[in-house]
Every structure is written in C-alpha cells, then in structure tokens.
C-alpha cells in the first residue's frame, strides 16, 4: 500500500523568507511524486511532479521540490515566499507500473504567508 | 481547452432529498473520481472509476452512488442515507501512467 505523510498541519512563514512544505512518503518501487495547490473554494491545480532524473524539481509559481530516496521524502520550496503563496498545499504519490491510476494524498499543509 | 466541468458550484439540500452532483471532462481520460472534502480532514476517496460501465467504492462510500455510462460523466448522487453530506465535493480524472489527476473546480453541498 502507499501512503503520504505532511506532518505540519500548517506552516507560517513571512513574506521573502524561503519556504518548505515537508512531505514523506512510502510506496513499494520507484514513485511518482506530485504537489498541488488548493486556494479557497477552487479545486486542486498541479504544481510539480517528479517521475526520474534530476532530485531537484522545477515548478509552477517559482516552486521547486526536492526528491530524496533515501529520506523517502519530497519537500516543497520556494526561495522567497509572496502572501499570495497563501493556499492549501497537498503532496500525493502514485506507484509504478502499469495499471496504475491512483493517488494517494497527504492531509494537506496550510501555508500562510505574512506580510 | 480541454478539462473538467463540475456543477453546480453551489447546492443545497434539504434533509431527506436526494441530489446529483455533474462531473464531465473532455480529456479523453479513463478514470474518474470522486472526493470529500471537510476542514482539517484532507481529500477522502468516494468512488473511483477506471472504465465505463464499471466502479468501485472507496473510503466513504456510504449513503453515496455513482453511475458510468459514459467515458465523459461520472455523476454522484448524494442520498438521504447520508447523514452528514455539507461538504466540498471534487471529482478528478486521470490516465495510466506518470501524469497525475485534473481536478474540476468543485462543489459545494449544504443541508438546510
């Protein structure tokens, strides 16, 4: 079985401070790794994702992510945080193969951004 | 541009009414889905389908149905057998493979 761990509920940060959102995860092979955003009464929009190559992922919005196998973990980062970074972030992760549809996600992280 | 259309954005319900919640796409893709979502609690998996004419239950199945009949729709029915059905409803689709889901803009159901 997979699963995702985000064990901040929420995360304060002010604004043009670096930000990390933590996320581990555990799934049997290599995984496919995602971040979404939530903002309020919207659904969730993709921001990144890790399927191979380089640990280092680019994203949407100026974010980037972290793959790290050996902490099975994908953090969340951005250099300098805007108050409009202020959302619901979720991580998820999918396993190899073929037949394989499912995400499993994370409980989600409030970020809040103060200005 | 293709994606996925829920509506209404807003329903209401009174206490012992069914309703149906809309969830159509036009990306071509296999699976859909359909989630819960309450404050503090994350996204929980209602139903999922992979193919037409086929679905099955996920987390919190109970006092909800779900029909397939197309590749394009995956309607939710909210029943009156659900006790506690104020909440934000999402439905997503997905391919096999390294993609991950497209979520519509959501629901959001509330008993009075």
């Known amino acids: 079985a997979q699963s995702v761990a985000q064990p901040e509920d929420q995360v304060n940060v002010a604004e043009g401070n670096p930000l990390t959102v933590k996320c581990t995860y555990s799934?049997?092979?290599?995984?496919?790794l995602f971040w979404y955003v939530q903002y309020p009464n919207r659904g969730l929009q993709f921001l990144l994702k890790?399927?191979?190559?380089?640990?280092l992922v680019k994203g949407s919005y100026g974010f980037e992510a972290e793959f790290n196998k050996s902490q099975t973990s994908f953090h969340l980062k951005k250099p300098s945080a805007l108050v409009s970074d202020s959302a619901l972030y979720f991580c998820?992760?999918?396993?190899?193969?073929?037949?394989?549809?499912?995400?499993?996600f994370g409980k989600g992280t409030k970020l809040s951004v103060i200005p | 541009d293709g994606g996925i259309t829920q509506s209404p954005k807003y329903l209401f319900r009174k206490e012992g009414q069914n309703v149906t919640l809309s969830c159509e796409q036009n990306?071509?893709?296999?699976?859909m889905y359909w989630y819960r979502q309450d404050p503090g609690q994350g996204l929980r998996l209602i139903y999922y389908?992979?193919?037409?004419?086929?679905?099955q239950k996920g987390d919190i199945a109970e006092g909800y149905s779900v029909s397939r009949e197309k590749k394009e729709s995956f309607p939710l029915t909210v029943t009156s057998a659900q006790k506690n059905p104020t909440a934000f409803y999402l439905c997503?689709?997905?391919?096999?493979?390294?993609?991950?889901?497209?979520f519509g803009s959501g629901t959001r159901l509330t008993v009075v």
């Open positions: 799934v049997s092979g290599n995984p496919y």
């Open positions: 998820a992760v999918r396993g190899p193969g073929a037949g394989s549809y499912q995400l499993t």
């Open positions: 997503a689709s997905s391919i096999e493979g390294e993609r991950g889901y497209t």
């Open positions: 890790y399927i191979t190559g380089d640990n």
């Open positions: 389908s992979q193919i037409v004419n086929d679905f």
């Open positions: 990306l071509n893709h296999d699976a």
